[in-house]
């Protein structure tokens, strides 16, 4: 088995701007992802907007730099994450693809290996 992070990008503005119909079929995509990976979905969450992050950026010196917003600005914020232990990327992709997020015009999900250090 091997750990996948998946991460779900879209616009912010299209998203405030979907109808309580548009989001609930969403949510139901995402209770059909989390049926489907079962007890090998180990974590996932909504995130606030972009507009709500803090950024540590290097400084050069000891302090890091800490400003309000994303470390940049993109067309694309990241709307959320999962983390799913699966046997392979391909078994991670096919979840992926069942994300409702792939079926807006301004989606896109991102899906990369974890790094086992033990």
Sequence with gaps: ???YLVLIYGSEQE???QTPEELKA???G??????AAGAG???GEELESSTTATTLRASGGDTPIVTDGPFMETKEALGGFYIVDVPDLDAAVALARMLPELRE???AVEVRPIV???
Excluded at 30 to 35: D, K, L, P, R, V
């Design 15 to 17: 998203w405030d701007a």
């Design 30 to 35: 995402h209770i059909a992802f989390s049926a």
């Design 41 to 43: 979905r180990l974590s």
């Design 26 to 28: 969403k949510e139901s």
């Design 1 to 3: 088995m091997a750990k």
């Design 116 to 118: 086992d250090h033990g």
């Design 105 to 107: 015009r301004h989606g």
